[in-house]
């Protein structure tokens, strides 16, 4: 999922609180270019007892295009 660490909605914290209040047990947090999240996350997760898989998506050039991976 992304938060608004990059191009999301949800601020990382809210993110988890919504996925906790849906039910979901374990989450993945793949912000692009950045982990700035990451710990704002961690700590919502920890609270809510929900797994955080942590990540980040990386933007890179491969023969002069833009590859998102």
Not at 38 to 62: D, H, N, S, Y
Request: aromatic share 6%; proline share 3%; net charge negative.
């Amino acid at each position: 999922m992304h938060s608004s660490a990059s191009d999301g909605v949800l601020a990382p914290g809210a993110l988890v609180d919504l996925c906790a209040d849906k039910g979901i047990q374990i989450m993945a947090l793949t912000d692009h270019d950045t982990m700035g999240g990451i710990a704002e996350a961690k700590q919502a997760a920890a609270a809510r007892g929900v797994c955080l898989v942590p990540g980040a998506e990386f933007t890179c050039m491969w023969r002069r295009q833009f590859c998102i991976y």
